[in-house]
């Protein structure tokens, strides 16, 4: 029988370490790379937020062996902290005690101690358990993860309820037969194309409402920006004028996030010599404008009249940044008939949808719009589609008992991710991608 | 061509209302009740956290007239606000104009406008669309939205990274048949049991981490108290000492989330009469002991030898209540053989497993401990359990290449939810609950 507390007091070990000039610490870490000087040795210790470098004096400490220390051993290590410029963080911590907490029972398989690895892939992948202990591959995690936290900070700033919803549901929101299919109880069901139906019901719960949550496609892409498992961040807002509130919603969000980065992984940013853009204001044109403007300013004509292709997404943000100084750019009133059943034709022409895109260094990272909020409109909209609107009766059910007008968005955070630290690949933006050859680790 | 900027500075409707006495406000919301008392009407506005009291006064207010604004239609209005005592927040607004925005197809399928709509799950639960705009059950899930948003900010300030990891996986880390599967591009896949895998391998990489998702189990349980899917508060954290570093941590968490929520929701608090415990210490004891108490306090005679029966999860809690004031109880050690395979056994007993449960009201809502971090031990331990170690090398990569002692824990968002506000049904503290006969909505 005992009683159990609050936790120690945290502190970081690097600020510490930083904070202790002249004095004695104790912290745990992990041995990153050890460099024997023939007298003594620098040991460089990976700590949960950096690296910590130590001089291991003479040839022995107690009872251990300056030789038998090697890398990706598990210590706890005390010792004065010294000023050392050419040191990381500008301290070093001259040991006067080491223990082992753990061993390794092999050599690591990758160079984890070199400042870049130069993996490919093929290698990098399967040993990701290991190879995300490399600093710089932490430092993208860390501002991945800082992506999320941010939106979430500025969501509920501005009166949003965080939800958290099924993802194993009866039918797929997104249409098309690129859906996980599984077994529930003897039931047909699916994995989840996106949290769209659950954002609706509680938008209408709500009013504001939004998730970070995983979203499957069984699209049989094998690209560098597709992933069949990623994490949306998706909100959804009623009470709207119209989707340009859903617009300005997301510039603010992506402002707000850019800033949470900054302030939060100064030193991760640095290492990835990570280039954050300022965002004033996102330029915005209509699909057919950009169609234009890619023929007029690039001589390119489109043979896509319903969507934009990879390339043309390239060309309209070489315009955006080259014509207005922005590394985004929004593009609007797609034709009505690639877009989810869903959507909210444009009143002033049906053919268009009152959807939009937004680019990032030519990606697209996020698909959003007004929805329909009228009950017949919405049925009307199936029928045309020749869908079924028995299956979608829980849906409808929403628009049945009064639904104010509502639009919203998703952003697939690898995406975001990818193209704010310019990253080759949407799996270097994934800590453990899922694709279609690739279950594991 | 636009440019877009921030969206409009964000005003939650209740709280400008109650600081415009005096003044002409405009807002949008939802006719939650129309009350017509021949010579005008009182119409009930639900807004995005609140109900407003609004009179409509005379026969027509423009081109509106006063009997055709019915429940569910969506509304703008203006009035000014007067004090008034008997109405929600203290005030009402007179209003003076008022237009429709949209209409219901349908007249309520449950009277929504009453203070407790008194539904039986089985009509409820079809209906979630709609039946979730009830007051009530709104503050529900904002109070299970803020236990979640708690915990991410009580984690981010003890240096834990947010961690979004796959639910697609190819092998389940609980074990059992529990498991939903599915085809992925023709090889077997398999839901997550839990995020446990993934957690252990960021400890090795961020030292602390948490995450916030979805989790699967398979269960043919049809009880109130499981779901076949529910959201994970899972963190993990390495260079711990023991165990007990994990329970700290969890006793920390709670104490912060409980202030978190009584902070970010005292109106749907008061509203759920909500008894909110204050937790200063949480009694410890060993599962042996627990069933010493229970036979010595209780005269019962526990015939589960492995794990602890709802009946006694109950009884446990009576005994903190009563001798400890505690609503929270910790059991720890219990037998390593209904314990997973990567829990570390108590090298004092290796029959005990280094893990706990921690029980709430009556209800186990966590199960932690420590976990192998030695290489072999985790090795030897799968061969006792007869599994394949081969299948499992990804995740003994993790011990392979060294890993700290490490430790954490996983908590079912929907039970603590369901103990903290005293629900009946796990399915009460679940928005659109996956059950074995449900998956819609």
């Known amino acids: 029988m005992e009683f159990i507390n609050?936790?120690?007091?945290?502190t970081d070990t690097v600020e510490l370490v930083k904070n202790s000039v002249g004095q004695e610490v104790t912290f745990r870490g992990t041995v990153h790379r050890v460099r024997d000087m023939s007298d003594f040795a620098f040991l460089i210790v990976r700590t949960e937020r950096g690296l910590v470098q130590c001089t291991f004096q003479g040839d022995t400490l107690g009872d251990i062996q300056r030789a038998d220390v090697k890398d990706a051993m598990v210590v706890e290590v005390t010792g004065k902290v010294h000023e050392?410029?050419?040191?990381?963080?500008?301290?070093?911590v001259v040991l006067s005690r080491i223990s082992i907490l753990a061993r390794p029972y092999d050599q690591l398989p990758v160079p984890l101690g070199k400042k870049y690895m130069g993996l490919s892939l093929d290698v990098d992948l399967p040993l990701r358990p290991v190879t995300?202990?490399?600093?710089?591959?932490?430092?993208?995690?860390?501002?991945?993860?800082?992506?999320?936290?941010?939106?979430?900070?500025?969501?509920?700033?501005?009166?949003?309820?965080?939800?958290?919803?099924?993802?194993?549901?009866?039918?797929?929101?997104?249409?098309?037969?690129?859906?996980?299919?599984?077994?529930?109880?003897?039931?047909?069901?699916?994995?989840?194309?996106?949290?769209?139906?659950?954002?609706?019901?509680?938008?209408?719960?709500?009013g504001r409402v939004f998730e970070i949550g995983n979203v499957y496609r069984a699209e049989r892409h094998n690209t560098s920006r597709h992933l069949n498992e990623y994490i949306g961040l998706d909100f959804e807002m009623a009470y709207i004028d119209s989707m340009y509130d859903v617009m300005q919603m997301e510039t603010g969000m992506l402002k707000y996030v850019l800033n949470y980065v900054k302030e939060h992984c100064p030193e991760e940013l640095a290492l990835l010599k990570a280039d954050i853009p300022e965002i004033k204001e996102i330029p915005s044109i209509r699909f057919h404008e950009a169609k234009e403007i890619m023929e007029s300013k690039f001589g390119h004509k489109s043979k896509n009249r319903y969507d934009l292709n990879p390339d043309e997404e390239v060309m309209l943000c070489d315009w955006a940044k080259q014509e207005h100084g922005s590394e985004f750019v929004f593009v609007t009133h797609f034709p009505s008939s690639k877009r989810p059943f869903y959507a909210m034709d444009d009143p002033d022409d049906k053919k268009l949808a009152l959807s939009f895109d937004l680019l990032f260094r030519g990606l697209e990272i996020t698909t959003g719009g007004q929805r329909i909020h009228d009950y017949q409109e919405q049925i009307d909209k199936l029928a045309e589609r020749n869908m079924n609107a028995e299956l979608f009766e829980s849906f409808t059910m929403l628009h049945k008992y009064g639904m104010p007008p509502h639009g919203g968005l998703g952003i697939g955070l690898e995406r975001l991710t990818m193209q704010l630290l310019k990253l080759a690949n949407v799996r270097d933006a994934s800590m453990f991608p899922r694709d279609m050859n690739r279950l594991e680790p």
Do not use: C, W
């Open 6 to 10: 609050d936790p120690k007091q945290y």
């Open 132 to 206: 995300l202990r490399h600093p710089i591959k932490q430092a993208v995690f860390r501002v991945q993860g800082a992506i999320a936290d941010g939106f979430a900070e500025y969501m509920l700033s501005q009166g949003f309820t965080h939800i958290h919803t099924p993802k194993i549901v009866s039918a797929g929101a997104e249409g098309g037969a690129n859906i996980f299919k599984l077994d529930y109880f003897g039931q047909q069901a699916y994995l989840a194309q996106s949290p769209q139906f659950y954002k609706q019901y509680t938008a209408g719960v709500f």
């Open 84 to 92: 050392e410029p050419r040191a990381e963080h500008g301290v070093e």
